[in-house]
């Protein structure tokens, strides 16, 4: 076992000392900071594996600042769902010790999970119905925002578009599943909210229920 495990090329050797080399003082003072008094986040996000996606840095991030849940395809399974357990221990830790006050279910354009769903949900990919694909199993999640979208898709909307935003509402949906999310969002202590962002512009949207769409941050 341990034979198979080799050292670090040396390029990722080199920028990580490359990374320390141009630390800025005040950000190794926050870090030591964080480390000696533990941290508290401002928020919580529920995002996607997507190396595309870094939730932290759309929203001017520090050190400290998001405590970032990622799967494939940010997707939040019912509390009674036999693959709950990961999320809802990330969720619980964030929510119940950490105390986080807001809690984000991130969205993304080109999402490869999304993709995925769609082509399950349509007939169009037998090897993700197999009961051995993992990436299958956990995309069967998301079948029930591909058919709110199918029942909900606007003229002339993209529908992997669609699918990518039903499944950040159904996220959301499932989150009020968990008693400690519902109890806290009841008593004001904890906020939920859904956006979707554009990794091509690094553009992010938020669901505004009044209209019941997702609408552009941009200024
Ligand atoms: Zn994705």
């Not at 997507?50 to 991030?61: I, L």
């Not at 964030?94 to 999402?111: A, D, E, K, Q, W």
């Not at 003229?155 to 499944?167: C, K």
Request: net charge negative; proline share 6%; glycine share 6%.
């Amino acid at each position: 076992m341990m034979q198979q495990i080799q050292p670090l090329p040396a390029d990722f050797v080199r920028d990580h000392n490359a990374w320390q080399a141009q630390r800025s003082q005040e950000h190794k003072d926050t870090a030591v900071q964080l480390a000696d008094e533990g941290q508290t986040p401002k928020a919580m996000v529920v995002g996607c594996c997507d190396s595309r996606v870094q939730p932290a840095e759309v929203f001017n991030g520090d050190i400290g600042d998001f405590f970032v849940y990622r799967n494939i395809a940010n997707a939040v399974p019912p509390v009674d769902h036999p693959q709950a357990v990961s999320t809802a221990a990330a969720l619980e830790y964030g929510l119940t010790v950490l105390n986080i006050p807001h809690l984000i279910v991130m969205g993304h354009s080109r999402c490869g999970g999304v993709q995925g769903c769609h082509a399950l949900c349509s007939g169009q990919a037998p090897e993700l119905e197999s009961p051995d694909s993992f990436v299958g199993n956990w995309l069967q999640i998301l079948r029930p925002a591909y058919e709110r979208m199918q029942r909900e898709l606007q003229p002339g909307q993209d529908p992997l578009v669609a699918l990518e935003q039903a499944s950040v509402l159904q996220s959301l949906d499932h989150l009020l599943t968990h008693d400690f999310i519902r109890t806290r969002v009841e008593a004001g202590t904890l906020a939920l909210h859904g956006t979707w962002l554009d990794i091509r512009s690094g553009e992010v949207s938020a669901y505004d229920p009044q209209i019941d769409a997702f609408v552009s941050l941009a200024a």
